[in-house]
T-cell receptor
Framework: GQQLNQSPQSMFIQEGEDVSMNCTSSSIFNTWLWYKQDPGEGPVLLIALYKAGELTSNGRLTAQFGITRKDSFLNISASIPSDVGIYFCAGQTSSGTYKYIFGTGTRLKVLA | NAGVTQTPKFQVLKTGQSMTLQCAQDMNHNSMYWYRQDPGMGLRLIYYSASEGTTDKGEVPNGYNVSRLNKREFSLRLESAAPSQTSVYFC??????????????FGSGTRLTVV
């Protein structure tokens, strides 16, 4: 089946640092989504990307849809303790299905 | 608040027992989904329902059945629970339109342990 490789798997950072994570696929996607999951909760949508090359921001978060359509990147600037959680990428193929494929997640821990 | 409601939040089953996980959404979404989340494996699709009256298998359907009771409700049934089904189960819904890419709204999950 299709795979989404998300990296890094986990990271510890100091408060105030910038964070970068990425997601790569063996298939072309026409939509990329980035979610955050807080402990004990379901994932919540952060950013949606619909076009190759698109760069979209949501507060301190910025995500990009790779020009090859096989990757996406998420950056968090000036991290704060509440950024802790698991970040998932998800992609939708161009086959017209209603299903998204999820990455395995990046677990972020912020040290105050 | 509008959203996806899952019940129960926690459940412990003995091997071989059956149970149904309930999910309801009040956003008038057409599509609904059941995922399971296991450590290091992300979210894997069990079953989905693109619209009322239809259901389809996802990536890991074995051992599960689903029912799309109406537009609001989508239930997941374990007929004979096994320890391998210990997981966190998430229900999600999405709108299907000219751009079928509105993303999912997730429930808060059901934590199931099979002993």
């Amino acid at each position: 089946g299709q795979q989404l490789n998300q990296s890094p798997q986990s990271m510890f950072i100091q408060e105030g640092e910038d964070v970068s994570m990425n997601c790569t696929s063996s298939s072309i996607f026409n939509t990329w989504l980035w979610y955050k999951q807080d402990p004990g909760e379901g994932p919540v949508l952060l950013i949606a990307l619909y076009k190759a090359g698109e760069l979209t921001s949501n507060g301190r978060l910025t995500a990009q849809f790779g020009i090859t359509r096989k990757d996406s990147f998420l950056n968090i600037s000036a991290s704060i303790p509440s950024d802790v959680g698991i970040y998932f990428c998800a992609g939708q193929t161009s086959s017209g299905t209603y299903k998204y494929i999820f990455g395995t997640g990046t677990r972020l821990k912020v040290l105050a | 608040n509008a959203g996806v409601t899952q019940t129960p939040k926690f459940q412990v089953l003995k091997t071989g027992q059956s149970m149904t996980l309930q999910c309801a959404q009040d956003m008038n979404h057409n599509s609904m989904y059941w995922y399971r989340q296991d450590p290091g494996m992300g979210l894997r699709l069990i079953y989905y329902s693109a619209s009322e009256g239809t259901t389809d298998k996802g990536e890991v359907p074995n051992g599960y059945n689903v029912s799309r009771l109406n537009k609001r409700e989508f239930s997941l049934r374990l007929e004979s629970a096994a320890p391998s089904q210990t997981s966190v189960y998430f229900c999600a819904s999405s709108e299907r339109g000219s751009r079928s890419n509105y993303g999912y709204t997730f429930g808060s999950g059901t934590r199931l342990t099979v002993v």
